[in-house]
């Protein structure tokens, strides 16, 4: 069993969650105030939204504390889809806030209510550049699914937070308040749009679906023109965790000196490596003909030469 982890990596992005959660925590005190005062769904919702992004937040922390957690014998490949489980929880909340604006939305364009547009551009100037910020250090923190979706919450609350203080001048410029309510839509469709997409990545590495960019005819045809490769089956490969790929197959060769199969195996693994990020890999070298059978390949007849390797 082999680990391979960044505590340097792990450490500055947890730096980086507990800043984004105190700041988080912080302008959301002000929306909900300035929303009161100011009488605004819009920024009542981006309160909304910032609280989406707090816990988001929060549970990306602990997810990077769990996924930084060795192996152990009751949990093999460690805690990778910890991270993994987080983002779904995260995608889930977004879903919620978003029916919660739509229906006060519905009810506010029915009863129009009088906006302190001035108010709304203040406090919304100041979450583009507090949500700004915070976006740029998650970019740099990491790639996996877990931290790219607290970075596209806080992507979608720059977005949405600059779009208010659209809405607050178009509202100083007609007096027409019903513009606060219809942006509140407009935040709301797109809460949901990155929920969507977070669930449904989620999804497929929880139900161990083919990872995300990579196409399973081209593995194969990658690992084929490997010399001494004869045929590829029994190909599997999934996502252990968001940054995280696996593979196993049945390889078949000739029947040649174990000597010989090791040159073999190290090109396969060194083409999966460079080419599609795979770097944990179970492959069984076969010299015989196989059928498939419930879903296993089992040789017809003499023996297997055998060689799996974890990585």
């Known amino acids: 069993m082999h680990v391979h982890a960044s505590s340097g990596g792990s450490e500055k992005t947890s730096r ?13 005190v002000l929306l909900v105030a300035a929303g009161i005062r100011a009488h605004s769904l819009a920024l009542l919702s981006e309160a909304g939204h910032n609280l989406s ?6 549970l990306s922390l602990t997810a990077v504390y769990l996924q930084s957690r060795p192996p152990s014998s009751t949990k093999t490949y460690g805690y990778h889809r910890a991270g993994v489980l987080a983002a779904l929880v995260n995608a889930v909340s977004l879903v919620a806030v978003s029916g919660f604006i739509f229906y006060e939305a519905f009810r506010r364009l029915q009863n129009p209510e009088h906006v302190r547009a001035g108010v709304m551009i203040s406090v919304a100037a100041a979450g583009v550049v507090m949500n700004g910020v ?25 977005l949405s937070t600059a779009a208010v203080i659209a809405g607050g001048w ?14 509140s839509v ?18 497929n590495i929880l139900l161990e679906g083919t990872p995300r960019g990579v196409k399973l005819e081209q593995v194969e045809a990658a690992m084929r023109e ?4 004869n045929d590829v089956h029994d190909l599997h490969v999934w996502s252990i965790g968001s940054e995280t790929r696996a593979l196993s197959c049945h390889i078949s060769i000739a029947d040649i000196p174990p000597s010989v199969s090791e040159r073999i195996l190290r090109d396969v693994k060194d083409r999966l490596r460079e080419e599609f990020h795979i770097a944990h890999t179970t492959i069984q070298f076969e010299n015989v003909v196989c059928e498939v059978a419930h879903g296993c390949v089992i040789p017809v007849t003499g023996s297997t030469s055998a060689k799996e390797h974890r990585h």
């Open 16 to 28: 980086i969650l507990r800043f984004s959660l105190v700041v988080t925590a912080a302008y959301i």
């Open 53 to 58: 992004d707090f816990f988001a937040l929060l």
């Open 134 to 158: 915070i976006a740029l250090l998650l970019y740099r923190a990491g790639r996996d699914v877990n931290i790219r979706s607290a970075f596209l919450h806080e992507i979608g609350d720059t």
């Open 170 to 183: 178009a509202i100083m410029v007609t007096g027409q308040y019903w513009i606060d309510s219809v942006l």
């Open 186 to 203: 407009g935040i709301g469709v797109l809460i949901l749009w990155s929920g969507f997409g977070i669930v449904r990545e989620t999804l």
């Open 226 to 229: 490997i010399d001494g490769v």
